[in-house]
Every structure is written in structure tokens, then in C-alpha cells.
């Protein structure tokens, strides 16, 4: 669930920190608006460390950013954390490099939204085809007692009625559990953007 948290909220925080940073605001004060945000897990960790460094109980930023790199669990997130390090051990342009990413996992989310889409192209298709075909085909099946009972019923020898019905039935949940799982399917393959 963190992990996913993460994916979701790691490029508006990284869109956040390139536009405050890029207006003149610090990276401890665009941590601590950032904390103060709504996004998710990554602000309760920006948060949970702010307090700890206002309260002292901190060896620095540094050292705070390596354990959130420890606790992190996604790649996105672990290269923005990764590269907040870098700025304050080596005073790198944070910026520019913030750009970079963004501009990565765009294209990332791109890519996945596609690859989503394209997953899901038949799916319409078949849910319509199961979802009116089938009920359509067993209703019929249904009726074929009482349109062979006269003079047509001679001819062939019908199961009883309470048959067709409990098979009718069995079709009519079969189409429905069978609707359910291809709706999960692409439950399952939602990217989480």
C-alpha cells in the first residue's frame, strides 16, 4: 500500500519542490510545505521529519534523508529522496535535476497509461458480448419447452422443464461470475496513477 502511495503522489511532490525551489524557496522550507500538503504518505514522512529536526532530535537533513531512502519502496520516490541527499552533501543544482525526473516518470506514466489502454482495448467488446448475447441465448433456451410442446413435441423427446430451468439459471450466474472476473481483470491491471 505504501509503495503505491508513493507512486501515486512522487511526481506532483517533485512538480512542487521545482516550482517552490525555482521561485527562491529553500529545500527545508519547501520540505516543510510540502509536509504540511496533501500528499499522502510522502508528507507524513516529510512531516514526522521536520518535527524531528525542529524538536532536535535529528542529526541533520542529511541523516534524515537516508533513513527515509531506507523506508522508501519506490524507485521514484528513492531517486527524489536520493537527490535531495545529493543537494545537501554536495550542493548540486536540485533544480534542473528535479526537472529530469519529472520529466521521466511522465513519460513513465505515459507509457503505463498506454500500455493500460491498450490492455483494456477488448475488453468493452467482450463484457458486451457476454453481458447481452448470453442471457439472450439462455432465454431462448428457456422457451424451447413451450414452443416444441404441441405438435413439434412429438417429434423429439425434451428434458423436463425443471431441468432447462436449473440450466438456464446455472448459465444466466455463469455469465454473470463470468462478467465479474473480467471486470476484475482490469480492476488488476490499473497502473494506480
Known sequence: MRKLDEQREVLYVIRTFDVLMSSGVGLEAAIHTIGNGGYGIIS???SSMM???RKGNS???GPELKVLMKKAESDGYKRLLNTMYTNVTQN???IETLRKQGTRMENERTEAVKKYIEDLGSVPETLLSIGMIGPIILAIAGLVPQLMSGDLGAFMQLPPTSTINAVVNVGLLVTLLGM???GLKAHTKDPGL
Open 44 to 46: 507524513e514522512d516529510f
Open 51 to 53: 518535527s524531528r529536526l
Open 180 to 182: 465479474a472476473m473480467i
Open 59 to 61: 542529526k541533520g537533513l
Open 92 to 94: 548540486t543544482d536540485i
